[in-house]
């Protein structure tokens, strides 16, 4: 049987993941549960607003210089 390169990566890869998860036993593998006396939120039947957060959007560069209009408008071809 011959083996590619690119076979032989993702051999290895496999094997990898699956020592690497055999080294993990089910103890750690259970989820965290929210401190006592604490309940997570419901989860929303539709979207709601948020605000926005600080600093977003960001306010993008103009670069006028290079032919751009400040509009947002494309630059014009060079007549030749």
């Known amino acids: 049987m011959s083996l590619t390169r690119r076979d032989a990566i993702a051999l290895s890869g496999?094997?990898?993941a699956g020592v690497s998860l055999g080294l993990?036993?089910?103890?750690?593998?259970?989820?965290?549960?929210?401190?006592?006396?604490?309940?997570?939120?419901?989860?929303?039947?539709t979207l709601t607003e948020m605000?926005?957060?600080e600093g977003f959007p960001t306010p993008l560069p103009?670069?006028?210089?290079r032919g751009i209009d400040p509009s947002g408008a494309?630059?014009?071809a060079p007549r030749r």
């Open 14 to 16: 496999s094997t990898l």
């Open 24 to 45: 993990v036993g089910a103890e750690q593998l259970v989820g965290q549960t929210p401190p006592a006396g604490q309940q997570t939120p419901p989860f929303p039947e």
């Open 51 to 53: 605000p926005r957060r």
């Open 62 to 65: 103009v670069r006028s210089r």
């Open 74 to 76: 494309p630059p014009t």
